[in-house]
């Protein structure tokens, strides 16, 4: 009886042995992990809006290219948009329960429109995705106009068209290039200012202060006929309101230099402008030749400009003009007297060679 206990203890001793592999095969759900090798982010690039949170999921995988579902690693995220608005998930330890892989819902943002990357380092392995990052929605509009820039302000002339340009902004400073549909109204404040939105030549048409958006922007005509200070103008969507800087409307004709330079913004006519504040509208006899000139010149300059010959001409004309202007605004005064000199000088000598032209000519024996 002994004996055969003991050969029955023997025999389950080695059954048991023998079964423990088989046991092993048969229920180890968690055989030996491979170290992880890969990190995945994806979506592997996507298009995203700027300023709009997405989801975004990081994988490991073994040398097998199976998850690992083993990884406990801590991952880091960077991104190449360099805006401090921008949103990334903050570090993350992954957890047994992850299995390796973990998905960060509305864990990302970016805002700087173009080609953005986000790269996740676990500091071993890593992985880098693009995105193409699109502007959001309308937030507000840049009103810019070709404005002459003063010392204390931004004008216009009175009468005179200038052009306005509006451009689409989301909240995060992209332009809204992909707009093509949201039209816009034009307004100013004082609300003298009147467009030509359809481009025809003629001011303050109905519906000529509306314009719609081709990739973002538009320029506009714009014109002012009244006088005025901080004068503003106004570019409005739906609840949006975007206002240009505030500037002066002067009445500034200089009709017959302005179509001779095609541009009432020309350096020269600002030349002139600035001589007719300092030395003409100063005095009496200044205030009525300015007065005068006013009065005579548009039908002149209105010739002028649709001859680009007599421009030319014109334009040559009135460089001394111009150039004596400049000395008298910006010479000293020891420049101012040189100069003078030179011109009575040059004046007599003159003088003198048109008498003795005339006297020459007359004692010539006929
Ligand atoms: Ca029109």
């Not at 491979?34 to 990081?58: K, S, W, Y």
């Not at 608005?85 to 047994?96: M, Q, R």
């Amino acid at each position: 009886m002994k004996k055969s206990n003991s050969f029955l203890v023997a025999l389950g001793l080695v059954l048991l042995v023998a079964l423990v592999p088989v046991a092993q095969l048969i229920f180890d759900t968690h055989p030996a992990l491979a170290q992880a090798t890969r990190l995945d982010l994806t979506p592997n690039g996507d298009n995203a809006t700027a300023g709009t949170a997405f989801t975004i999921t990081v994988t490991a995988f073994d040398t097998s290219d199976n998850v690992d579902t083993g990884y406990t690693g801590t991952i880091h995220f960077t991104s190449s948009d360099a805006s401090s608005s921008i949103i990334l998930p903050a570090d993350y330890t992954f957890l047994a329960g992850d299995n390796g892989t973990h998905t960060f819902t509305n864990g990302a943002k970016l805002v700087t429109s173009g080609n953005q990357t986000i790269k996740v380092s676990d500091g071993t392995l890593d992985n880098t995705q693009t995105w193409s990052v699109g502007a959001g929605t309308i937030d507000h509009y840049t009103v810019t106009t070709s404005e002459t820039v003063t010392s204390d302000n931004y004008t216009q002339q009175t009468s005179m068209p200038f052009t306005v340009t509006v451009t689409a902004y989301d909240a995060n400073g992209n332009m809204v290039t992909s707009d093509n549909i949201t039209p816009v109204t034009m307004g100013s404040n004082p609300g003298t200012v009147i467009f030509d939105g359809n481009g025809n030549g003629i001011f303050g048409e109905t519906g000529d202060n509306v314009k719609t958006l081709v990739s973002g922007t538009f320029n506009i005509q714009a014109k002012d006929n009244t006088v005025g200070a901080n004068v503003t103008i106004t570019a409005s969507s739906g609840s949006i309101t975007s206002s240009s800087n505030p500037y002066a409307i002067e009445e500034f004709r200089c009709f017959i230099a302005t179509a001779a330079y095609g541009t009432p913004m020309a350096s020269e006519i600002q030349v002139l402008r600035d001589f007719r504040d300092r030395y003409l509208v100063t005095n009496a006899p200044g205030r009525c030749f300015v007065s005068l000139y006013y009065k005579c010149s548009p039908p002149v300059a209105r010739f002028i400009a649709h001859h680009d010959s007599l421009r030319a001409v014109v334009r040559v004309g009135l460089a001394p003009i111009i150039w004596l202007a400049t000395i008298a605004l910006k010479a000293t005064m020891v420049e101012k007297f040189i100069v003078l000199c030179s011109l009575l000088i040059t004046a007599t000598m003159t003088v003198v060679a048109l008498i003795w032209i005339r006297r020459t000519i007359r004692s010539k024996p006929t």
